[in-house]
Every structure is written in structure tokens, then in C-alpha cells.
């Protein structure tokens, strides 16, 4: 009965070696890194904005009365499938203005799981055209080293934090990463629009 918990133990401690051998946690400090710096200034650009230029609320009112929710939402999409684009973050604020918050921030997080999908079968459909494959093994030559490298726990960063997800979505099926998994781990892309939209909602 004791041997589980023991077995349990020893492969969680295994799998820590294996990250911090192959750099897992050096990738994911230095990718918040990166990352803090861009949101903190997008955040103090919009609240200097906000301050002294443009009132962002009555922007974003603007263009939800201008443009109908289907257009923009259709624009979302396109960016999530394709290298995200646009930072989602514009939308999340966009959604701050909407008749229904809650359900267009919803609908924002489904279309970007939706987008990752694509991104996915992307990556599957790039093996069978040589030429590109090779154009994008070049490209996105780091992106499917660190998949190969870490698999599903990559996804789940990919999935959280503000590293490019439709990339890594990408590179996961350009390595014909399990679906099933990549479908799983994905999920934690709704948690993330939750929590960029507590931060988000309260500055527009």
C-alpha cells in the first residue's frame, strides 16, 4: 500500500531532473521575462492613453456600436489561428464593453482554444508539403526542439502564459504530438483570458 505514494514521488522527482536538466525552468523564467516587460508596458501605455490622449471606454464603446461583434470576433479567430497576430488582450478590453461581458470574454476564450486547434492541424498538414515543411522546421526550429523536449508541459505554458500559443500549437502537431493530450492541457487558455480580464476590466 506504502509503494505508491513512494513510486508517485520518485517520478515527480525524476521528472524535476529531467526539467531542470533540459532548461525547462530557465525557458519558462526567461519567457516571463520577456513577456512582463511587453504587458507592463502595454498596460502603462493604455493608462497614459486612458490619461491624456483617448478615453479608452468610450473607444471601445465606439467600435462595439460601429462594428457588429461577429466582425470582430472573425478577426480574433483569424489572429488565434495564425501566430496570434493581434495581442488578445485588445479583445479582452474590447469585451469589457459589450452588452454582456462575461459571455463575449467566454466566447473569446473558446474562439482562441478553437484558434489553437487550427494552429494544430496546421502543423500536421505542413508534413506533408516538403518545401514548407522545411521553410518552417528552419523558422520554428526552437519552438519543436522545446515540444519535442517537453511535450505537454510546454503546451500548458503556451496555454497560460503570453508566449506565442498558436506557435507552439503549431509545432505540436507539426511533431504529431497526441491530440488528445494537446486538447487537454489547452483548456488551461480559458484560466488565462479569466485572469488577464480581472487585471484588464478594471483599467477600460
Known amino acids: ?22 532548461g525547462f525552468y530557465r525557458f519558462v523564467g526567461a519567457s516571463l521575462k520577456k513577456a512582463l516587460l511587453p504587458i507592463g508596458g502595454f498596460i502603462l501605455l493604455i493608462v497614459l492613453l486612458d490619461q491624456f490622449v483617448i478615453d479608452f471606454s468610450d473607444f471601445f ?27 488578445p488582450e485588445i479583445f479582452i478590453a474590447w469585451s469589457d464593453k459589450t452588452a454582456s461581458p462575461m459571455v463575449y470574454l467566454s466566447l473569446l476564450a473558446i474562439l482562441s482554444y478553437l484558434g489553437g486547434i487550427v494552429s494544430y492541424f496546421i502543423g500536421k498538414l505542413i508534413l506533408r508539403i516538403p518545401s514548407v515543411y522545411n521553410y518552417v522546421e528552419v523558422k520554428m526550429a ?20 503570453p508566449i506565442p500559443y498558436s506557435m507552439t500549437s503549431m509545432a505540436a502537431g507539426t511533431i504529431n504530438y497526441r491530440f488528445r493530450n494537446y486538447l487537454l492541457f489547452g483548456t488551461l487558455r480559458f484560466v488565462r483570458f479569466y485572469l488577464f480580464a480581472i487585471a484588464i476590466f478594471s483599467l477600460v
Open 1 to 22: 500500500m506504502k509503494s505508491a505514494p513512494k513510486t508517485k514521488k520518485y517520478s515527480l522527482k525524476r521528472l524535476h531532473t529531467y526539467y531542470s536538466y533540459t
Open 61 to 87: 464603446t465606439h467600435v462595439t456600436n460601429t462594428y457588429a461583434p461577429v466582425g470582430i470576433l472573425s478577426v480574433f479567430f483569424a489572429s488565434e489561428s495564425l501566430l496570434g497576430l493581434i495581442p
Open 142 to 161: 526552437k519552438h519543436l526542439r522545446n515540444v519535442r523536449k517537453w511535450g505537454g508541459f510546454l503546451i500548458i505554458v503556451g496555454a497560460l502564459l
